[in-house]
């Protein structure tokens, strides 16, 4: 699962890895995050339900990031997780 940078297309995953990049920003249960682009800068606040299913390399995974043209998304897998959050 992971969130994309709008300006530069970076997906960042939500990883071990991925700790200095989202932020988690506590609300009364909000469920709201703040993603920091490394590469652009740009900040990003966004919901936990934002989030989507990518498919990434093993070293993608690992880093927490990928780089456009490194990730697809797996809508299959998203519109499995909406239904269970429906239920």
Same mark, same amino acid.
């Given at each position: $699962? ?7 297309? $970076?997906? =960042?995953?939500?990883? !071990? ?14 469920? $709201? ?31 927490? =990031? ?11 897998? !998203? ?9």
């Amino acid at each position: $699962m992971g969130i994309i940078c709008e300006k530069c297309g $970076m997906a =960042y995953l939500i990883t !071990a890895t991925s700790n200095n990049r989202i932020d988690f920003v506590p609300s009364g249960g909000s469920e $709201m995050f703040t993603l920091t682009c490394a590469t652009c800068k740009m900040k990003r606040s966004f919901h936990k339900s934002d989030l989507t299913p990518y498919v990434v390399s093993p070293r993608g995974y690992a880093k927490g =990031y990928a780089e456009r043209g490194e990730y697809s998304a797996r809508q299959d897998l !998203a519109n499995v997780a909406l239904r269970k959050a429906g239920s």
